[in-house]
């Protein structure tokens, strides 16, 4: 059993220190210094896997990092297993990190890199050799065992990194962006072998990346964070169904959702969206959440993704784009295209369109379900939902 | 193309044979004319040892037993040894730490041993003589730590340079997986660095092994002597010079150097090959 408990954790980096990789420009300054991290509040149930995702520099790793131990906290508790780790130091913490960079010992063997972390807690030499076996098995690394990190490909040093985290049998295993040093094609891989890890092996994940297919793939829990702030906290399922901010619509999903500029309308109990010169009336559940939130008629976003898009030829509901670009995927042509000045893409399946021919300058129509937009007001905060987290 | 390069290659190899014989040459003068009798090495110093002028170990023999020879390379050795490793110990730590740890005083003391290299020997020797009386260092105990104070310039500045490329995830991983900052030192970054190591060990190395001014300003002459002084002394100062007595002390001397040279060459030429081409 291991829970995790952040508490109005923050950090703050004092104005005159340089920090590298930390560029400033967007985060807020109070009078000690730079807020990288800014009131950031988690529980971590057992075994979940919780993913921290955002653009770079959002506070993401700084966080991370605090749960380890390797950076300080300056405000907040952190409770592990309902202890206060705030003061301890990392190797007392009983956690292992997996780096994007490997981290391996460049001077050990793949198995004297995986004994390591066993022989500083003094365990017998039988049991540390049945669990370096057992995890090399598990990863698929036993023929390396014998080499040196830097006969290893990338794939297999992170395999190797791995490794050294899960022989220990942590209490929270980290991962900060383990993936971003691989090719594509391996990371896909290496995506899928993590989610059969975590079948395998019994702990708690916190997990870092800016990608987010990775964060809607491995996670139980997605934490988008901003500029050192947490946008949502939610299954992957909820950040995609709904967003509460402009920059969550925009950051999950790929290709990124769209977004209009048009006015939601008022009459009665019922709302309308004008996108274009067309009106388009929410679904009854929008409605009865906006109503119960008292949302009057105002300017608004409209966002949505790419693939809630459909050509129609229906009387009423024909939203006029300009086509501006189209891209041929196979399986659907991504089709990029101008409203009232602003860009989008919206996803159009081959099948039927075959023969479909979208043309530079052409104009096109669409349309959307109702249940499936977001709208959101001046400030980027999604109508529908009650408040901020 | 083929046989221009073969040309090329025959020629380059025998200019280079004869570089190489140049170059060692003086040291053969020395060794054969460390077999001759005084006079000949006078009159005729690159004439090879003859029936007459042949002379055996004599000269080892007075070299050793008349000017103390043996034991001034103990204490070379002595001094040698220790001040290398008090060196590589003391400023390989002080590298990691002032470059893992950022303040303003970690900063001053590496600007202070940039300036310690800058500064040249000859303007703080007197002072320093002064100086090494006063706190008894007159000894081969004491000049270690004047040598550690000299060498460690370019030791901590060698060092700094190659932690810095060091990751720093590397010793943050040996932290999480259960090392103390100790551990951390000697069981990750020491085996990391051993390529500075080598390099700083054997500059330091060949420094004080030949060095002449320093011992000869602190140590107390009467007691202790290092290899450079004896064969200084040799030249004696009433005008007589044992010519044969300093060949052989020359050759005595240079024995340990070449061993040292052959037993790190290949850590050598790493060293230097480490540098040239990033891995």
Redesign the interface.
Known sequence: MSTLELKHICKIYPNNEKKGHHKHNNLKTTDEGVLAVDDFNLEIKDKEFIVLVGPSGCGKSTTLRMV???EEITKGELYIDNKLMNDI???DRD???V???Y?????MTVRQNME??LK??KMPKEEIKKKVDEAAEILGITEYLDRKP?ALSGGQRQRVAIG?AIV?EPKVLLMDEPLSNLDAKLRNQMRAEIIKLRSRIDTTFIYVTHDQTEAMTLGDRIVIMKDGVVQQIGTPQQVYDTPVNLFVAGFIGVPMMNFFDGELIKDGMKYYVELNGVKIELSPEKEAKMAAKGVEAQKVTIGVRPEHMELTQREGQMIQATVDVSEMMGSHINVHIRVQEKEGVMIVDTQGNSNRNFRMGETIQFTFEPAVIHVFDAEGKNLEVKKEL | MHEKNKKNGIIGSTFLTFLCIFWIMPVFIVLWNSFKNKNSINLQPFQLPSNETFVGWENYGAAIGKYGLLQSVGWTVFITVFSVAAILLFCSMCGWFITRVKTWWTKMIYVLCLFSMVVPFQMVMYTLSLVANMLQLTNPFGIIIVYLGFGAGLAIFMFTGFVRSIPIEIEEAAMIDGCTPLQTFFRIVVPIMKPTYISVGILETMWIWNDFLLPYLVLDLKKYKTISIVIQYMKGSYGSVDMGAIMAALILALIPVVIFYLSCQKYIIKGVAAGAVKG
């Open positions: 380890a131990g390797l130091e990392p190797k956690i292992a990190m780096f994007q960079s981290a391996l010992y460049p001077h390591f972390p500083l807690r830097k050294r220990r």
